[in-house]
């Protein structure tokens, strides 16, 4: 296809009929996948106490049944299931708690002041 087109559009600067013009974020591409990246852990949360839950009560229906100790051992494996579900939202809220303090840092201009150098109006 590049062999079609005119040899005067073959530069980005060049505008021509029918050639899609490829226009290049401002923003660097790592900030934006740090953020796709931290919206995705949160909202995978729901999944991850779900199957955390449904694994406890898989592995402890199997123990009863193969060592004929029910309802125990169910119950024990859906309890730590339940505890690793809680860890997964003290997790979840940990990462928040980090997020929402790098967004903080950002927005005051971020970095740390230097003593004696602080960025306070005198009086």
């Known amino acids: 296809m590049i062999d079609a087109l005119p040899r005067a559009c073959y530069s980005a600067a060049d505008r021509c009929p029918g050639v899609p013009l490829i226009v290049h974020s401002s923003q660097p591409s790592a900030p934006r996948i740090k953020k796709a990246y931290d919206a995705l852990s949160v909202s995978a949360l729901g999944l991850e ?31 730590c299931g339940v505890g690793a579900a809680f860890k997964a939202i003290w997790r979840v809220g940990m990462q928040a708690k980090r997020i929402a303090g790098e967004s903080q840092q950002g927005e005051r201009g971020g970095g740390r002041v230097r003593q004696g150098h602080d960025r306070r109006e005198p009086r």
């Open 49 to 79: 106490m779900g199957l955390a839950v449904l694994v406890g009560w898989g592995i402890g229906r199997w123990l009863d049944g193969t060592l004929g100790t029910a309802p125990y051992l169910t119950y024990v494996f859906l309890l």
